[in-house]
């Protein structure tokens, strides 16, 4: 994987590096593996060298290497992918990485496998995560360089969800969310003294009986969507943790849409699911 540059001042290579927002115990790797870096297409042994003004410097990625289980499967669905990354669609009911409970049958394993299979050097670095009951959009970078670069990329995130009840237009949920003091709980609530979560949203469709819905994170706190309408006493329809006893066999609430400019090509990536209920 290689990241091509241009530079716009005079400035020291290990300065540059810095600048661009590689990590300390990346440029300490470009130190111990002299070659992986080229200035205007000669190796540099150094990075104390000084760079110009437009030269161009080209880095080599050194290849990652993961601890996480490799798991054959047949159905991971990408998106979109490229060198540097890949959004998947997950189905519902998959955990993203592998717990205890889930250890033979999780997302991360099914990347790692996919990876060995393309023969690409690298783990799993998550841009955003969903639930396990959760379906829709994950976007997984192949490098912990370009996973650092989405930490200053804003990233549009929207969701399609089914609640109970009738919710008429638009509006904004700004209420906090805290993690249950109850121990051993998995369960987040609305509460003064925790992080602030804001959800807008937006009614698509009602029935007599739920409202379809439109939602963006402005915030991402563990189980967001699920928390607000649910203390808006309108949970998603399917929630078990949340809802109503009576559910579906799986929770309706799909990441749907993702947008971002591509931190390296810098292009704008829209991405869009079909509703899946």
Known sequence: MEIRLIVTEK???????KSQHFSDNLIHKFQLNPGLISINGEKQSSLQVTLTVNATVLITLPPETSEIPAIPNTFLDIVYEDEYLLVINKPHDLSVIGTKAHYTNNLAGYIMNYYQNQEIQATVHYVNRLDRATSG???VAKHQYIHALFAKTHICKKYLTEVYGKINGSGVIDFPIKKSNQPRSIIYEVNPNGQ???TKYEVIATTNLTSEIEAELVTGRTHQLRVHFAYLDHPIVGD??????????????????LAFIHPITKKQIVLQLPKEW
């Open 11 to 17: 400035i020291a290579l290990i300065e540059y590096l």
């Open 137 to 139: 959009l994950i976007l």
């Open 196 to 198: 602030v979560a804001t």
């Open 240 to 257: 078990e943790l949340y809802g109503k006893t009576e559910q579906p066999t799986f929770l309706h609430l799909q990441s749907n849409y």
